[in-house]
Every structure is written in structure tokens, then in C-alpha cells.
């Protein structure tokens, strides 16, 4: 449509907008937000982190990069199942004369307990037999807390991710990347987690506790605690959208005092890019310029209904409020 059959309508801020024949906003980057320096500024120190971690590798063949993106900073870099408000809800409630003072035993009764449960109560809520790996994966897509870890092949689903929290708007956020190469120090330990010993992991974790078997059965599986890089073979519409891969943090000693021994950064090559507070509301709004919807990243009704919803009330940022909007000459 050419220019001029637009109207024009003005926002609540006096930024005057051009709208098509239906009296539709037809957006573009020309309004006081998107040309500021501080939008500019932000997107660029954005984009400038993605290229520098691009430009590092280079042909057919090399890794690329993972992404995660976090609404709080200080938040650990950690799965569900590691984090300290679910160990601190657990073991209150563990009878200690099972485990004694060892953390690891504790944490897998635990686990097995609370996935066997799902694996037992959802067998009727699908229409398939799913191995036990494929059943773990489910539980972390439906919120369980398991020892996978989410990351993104999308720097901008990253940064979708730092931004996607009220609670935490205040705060700053981080993306975190990195190359899912295990670096040469490690890559002992992670030879000797090949396909079977994966397969008997989550096959102990599928079980119902028992504490006696753990240590008969399964013992060889806490001899080398790391955390690997793992590409599930079930994926839900929402992981293919989001470009999902996983870590997989495994569990240390039986004889370990504490939940977890290494960090991230013990075995990939790590950087970060803090995603400011006082910047939120610009990112926000580059991603939505830049096509990203809520139904983009969640693929079901309930998200595209709350994505729509909020385009068409508010759009993120911009201080545009589509319902204020009129035709005018």
C-alpha cells in the first residue's frame, strides 16, 4: 500500500503513527524509542557480544555456540533438582536413619521418588510407551525438576528468556554461552559416560527408591560426576521452537558431603553478557520489532492468546498503546 493512502493516528505521547485502511498501527522503527541512543546503544552492545563469540569459529564442522538466558544474574547456573530452595524443601522431609549424613543418597531417593511418581500417574495421560530417557525429558519439559539443564542454539531466545519475568524485572539479568565442547581437561571423565552408562542412569532414576539397590545395581554410576552436553531424541513442538539442547549434570560419590562438585565452567568454555534492568524494556521491544512473539517461543493456544493479547493492548517499551490509538487525517 502506498504511503499515501495512510492515515495517521497519534499515541497518549504525541508520537504520530501511520495506520493502513482497517485504522490498523503499521509499525515501524521511525518513533522516538527506536531512534533513541539508548535503545541503539543496547541493541548494539547486544549484537556486538553475538558476533564476537560468532567470529570465534568459523567452516563447516565447528561447534557453535549455546545460549541460556537467566532474568536474575544471581541466580545459580544450575538444574532444578540442584537448586538450593528444592534441596532445602527435601531434606527436611528425607528420614534420615535411611541416608545417614550423605548428601548423595539423600538427593536420588529423592529424584527417583518424585519421577517415578509422574512416569506411574502420566502412563494414562499418553498415547505412547516412552522409554525412560524419553520420560525423563518429558518431566523437565512439564516442570519436574530434573537434572537436566535448558539451553538454546538462539541467542535471541536467550535473551527472550532474561527478559521473560516480572519478579525479576528490577533485576539484572545474564545470558550465558558456551561452546558444548568439553574442554581437554575433562574429556577422560566424559568418555566414560557413553550411551549404555546414560541409559542406566535414567533408568535408575525412573525407579521407585530404594536406596539398597542404588548401591548394588547402580553404584558405577557415581564414580565420575560431569556435566555433559546432551541432544534428546524426544522433541515437543516448544524445544524445536526454541532451538532446545540440554546439559546433563550427573551425580557425584555416593560418599559425597555436598549436592554438586563442579560448576559449568569446569568443563566448557564459558562468557557472559549481563542483561541490565534499565535496559529490560529496550530489549523487549527489539525483539518484538524484530518479529519474536510469545507463540514463537511457546507453540500452544494458551501462549498465542496471551501473546496477541498483549500486542494488541500494550507494546513492550515503546510506550505505544494500541487501544489509544485513532484514525485521523
Not at 527506536?34 to 549484537?47: I, P, R
Not at 557480544?49 to 545460549?67: D, E, Q, R, T
Request: one cysteine or more; aromatic letters at 12%; proline letters at 5%.
Amino acid at each position: 500500500m502506498p504511503k499515501s493512502s495512510w492515515h495517521y493516528g497519534w499515541t497518549m505521547d504525541g508520537i504520530r503513527v501511520p495506520l493502513n485502511r482497517q485504522g490498523r498501527w503499521t509499525f515501524t522503527c521511525h518513533n522516538s524509542l527506536c531512534e533513541s541512543d539508548l535503545y541503539k546503544e543496547a541493541v548494539g552492545k547486544f549484537n556486538d557480544f553475538v558476533a564476537s563469540l560468532v567470529h570465534s569459529f568459523s567452516g563447516i564442522g565447528n561447534p557453535v555456540w549455546w545460549y541460556r538466558g537467566q532474568a536474575s544474574a544471581k541466580w545459580p547456573v544450575l538444574p532444578g533438582v540442584l537448586r538450593e530452595d528444592f534441596i532445602q524443601s527435601i531434606y527436611f522431609q528425607l528420614p534420615v536413619v535411611h541416608h545417614g549424613n550423605l548428601h548423595t543418597p539423600k538427593q536420588i531417593y529423592y529424584e527417583r521418588m518424585l519421577l517415578s511418581d509422574f512416569i506411574r500417574e502420566g502412563g494414562s495421560l499418553v498415547g505412547e510407551r516412552y522409554s525412560e530417557e524419553d520420560w525423563y525429558v518429558k518431566a523437565q519439559h512439564h516442570g519436574l525438576p530434573t537434572r537436566l539443564l535448558d539451553w538454546t542454539m538462539s541467542p535471541q531466545i536467550a535473551l527472550w528468556m532474561a527478559l521473560d519475568s516480572a519478579t525479576q524485572s528490577e533485576e539484572d539479568g545474564v545470558i550465558i554461552a558456551i561452546v558444548p565442547k568439553v574442554i581437554d581437561e575433562k574429556k577422560e571423565i566424559v568418555k566414560r559416560w557413553n550411551r549404555a552408562r546414560l541409559c542406566r542412569l535414567f533408568k535408575c532414576l525412573s525407579q521407585p527408591p530404594d536406596t539398597t539397590k542404588i548401591e548394588e545395581e547402580y553404584h558405577d554410576l557415581f564414580d565420575d560426576e560431569a556435566i555433559l552436553p546432551f541432544s534428546p531424541n524426544y522433541f515437543s513442538p516448544r524445544q524445536i521452537n526454541q532451538q532446545s539442547m540440554f546439559t546433563l549434570h550427573t551425580p557425584p560419590s555416593l560418599q559425597s558431603t555436598t549436592i554438586a562438585n563442579v560448576g559449568i565452567n569446569d568443563f566448557y568454555e564459558c562468557h557472559e553478557f549481563v542483561v541490565e534492568a534499565g535496559l529490560k524494556e529496550l530489549y523487549k521491544t527489539y525483539l518484538y520489532v524484530n518479529g519474536m512473539r510469545r507463540w514463537n517461543v511457546y507453540p500452544d493456544l494458551d501462549n498465542l492468546a496471551k501473546g496477541i493479547r498483549d500486542a494488541h493492548v500494550l507494546m513492550s517499551g515503546s510506550c505505544i498503546h494500541i487501544k489509544d490509538l485513532f484514525v485521523g487525517n
